[in-house]
Each structure stands twice: as structure tokens, then as C-alpha cells.
């Protein structure tokens, strides 16, 4: 079956580096996706991997290992506005558009 | 308008009663997915249309729930005789066709049945 596995919870301090994980089993994998959702509001794209390896976009850094069924969004540099929940969410070979969910991350920044 | 728009924002309706929540995707967007989030909880997939071809409907949780796409743009989510489980915020997303393009989200409805 499909599942994604992300914690529930983050804390972390501001201007520091964190790391949030996302571990999957989906049948015909093809790709992942990274989303910030702010309390209240809707869901904005961060990142999408396919391939193995990081990739860097600013502050945030997304890493992709297929082998492993593995994921991370690193944040650089914590600032107040980056409190909100990280969604992980996998594309697959069985469906040419669905995505498959987790449940996010809530991170809460601190001073 | 630049992004997706759905109405109402807020909807607060009686057990009992059908209500209709609107989505207006991007233009040129082919695909248009409806999702359901609990609090605290993921996305839940619910109905995607593409183009002209027959939405899959396979995440509607029950007959109560229905969609339609006018003219491949405007969508209607119509839930019928609403239950206090269908609380919850119903977001509406468009895109391009294609496994790497990114969803667009809409600022979602919150409904609450009381």
C-alpha cells in the first residue's frame, strides 16, 4: 500500500538549521513533493524532487534518496514566518496525477 | 484572477442541510482536484477533473458528496444532507497535467456543521 511517515512535531530555535524527514512506501515511485501550509491558509510548493540527491533553493534544501525512501527539507537560517507544517507528498507510477499525502510537520519556531 | 479562488471562505450550516462550496482554478489549468483536511491532519484526496475526460471520483467517502467542472473551468462540491463529520476545511487545487507540476492551492472553505 502507500504510506508516508513525516513527525508530528518540530521545534526549533530562530536563526539555527533544521531537518524535517519524510519516509515513504508507494508502489511506482516517481517523484516528491514539498509544501508549506500556514495555519489557516492553503498549501504553497516548495520543492519537487525526482532524482537522487539535494537540491538548494535559498534558505531550504530538499534531499531525495529513492533507494532509501527517503526525504528531508532542510531549513538554513530559522526566521519567525517559517512556523507552519511541511506536507511531503508522492507521485507514482499507478496514478499520472494523484498525489499521496503525509500528514505534515508542525514546526514552531522560537526565539 | 492570478490564483484560485473558492467560495465561501467560512460556511457554518445545520446537520440535515446540502451546501455548495465553489472553486475557480487558474485559468488554463487543466486538472482541478478537490481535497478535504481534518484538523491536524494530511490532505484527503476527494475528486479530480481533467479536461473533458471523466473526473475520478474514487475519493468522494460517501453518495452524499458530488462535483462537477462547467465548461472545463468553474467547479461546484456539493455535499448533501451534511453530517457534523463532514466538518472541515475543503481546499481546491488546479494544475497542469503532467507528474511534476506543482498544484496551485485555493485559500480553502471551512465548514462547520453544527
Known amino acids: 500500500g502507500q504510506n508516508i511517515d513525516q513527525p508530528t512535531e518540530m521545534t526549533a530555535t530562530e536563526g539555527a538549521i533544521v531537518q524535517i524527514n519524510c519516509t515513504y512506501q508507494?508502489?511506482?515511485?516517481?517523484?516528491l513533493f514539498w509544501y508549506q501550509q500556514h495555519a489557516g491558509e492553503a498549501p504553497t510548493f516548495l520543492s519537487y524532487?525526482?532524482l537522487d540527491g539535494l537540491e538548494e533553493k535559498g534558505r531550504f534544501s530538499s534531499f531525495l534518496s529513492r533507494s532509501k525512501g527517503y526525504s528531508y527539507l532542510l531549513l538554513k537560517e530559522l526566521q519567525m514566518k517559517d512556523s507552519a507544517s511541511y506536507l511531503c507528498?508522492?507521485?507514482?507510477?499507478?496514478?499520472?496525477?494523484?498525489?499521496?499525502w503525509g500528514a505534515g510537520t508542525k514546526l514552531i519556531i522560537k526565539p | 484572477g492570478a490564483g484560485v479562488s473558492q467560495s465561501p471562505s467560512n460556511k457554518v450550516t445545520e446537520k440535515g442541510k446540502d451546501v455548495e462550496l465553489r472553486c475557480d482554478p487558474i485559468?488554463?489549468?487543466?486538472?482541478l482536484y478537490w481535497y478535504r483536511q481534518s484538523l491536524g491532519q494530511g490532505l484527503e484526496f476527494l475528486i479530480y477533473?481533467?479536461?473533458?475526460?471523466?473526473?475520478?471520483k474514487s475519493g468522494l467517502p460517501s453518495d452524499r458528496f458530488s462535483a462537477e467542472r462547467t465548461g472545463g473551468s468553474v467547479s461546484t462540491l456539493t455535499i448533501q444532507r451534511t453530517q457534523q463529520e463532514d466538518s472541515a476545511v475543503y481546499l481546491c487545487?488546479?494544475?497542469?497535467?503532467?507528474?511534476?507540476?506543482?498544484?496551485?492551492f485555493g485559500p480553502g472553505t471551512r465548514l462547520t456543521v453544527t
Open positions: 487545487a488546479s494544475s497542469n497535467i503532467g507528474l511534476s507540476h506543482e498544484q496551485y
Open positions: 524532487n525526482v
Open positions: 508507494t508502489s511506482g515511485f516517481n517523484g
Open positions: 477533473f481533467q479536461g473533458n475526460s471523466a473526473p475520478d
Open positions: 485559468s488554463g489549468h487543466t486538472a
Open positions: 507528498a508522492v507521485t507514482h507510477m499507478d496514478s499520472n496525477y494523484q498525489l499521496i
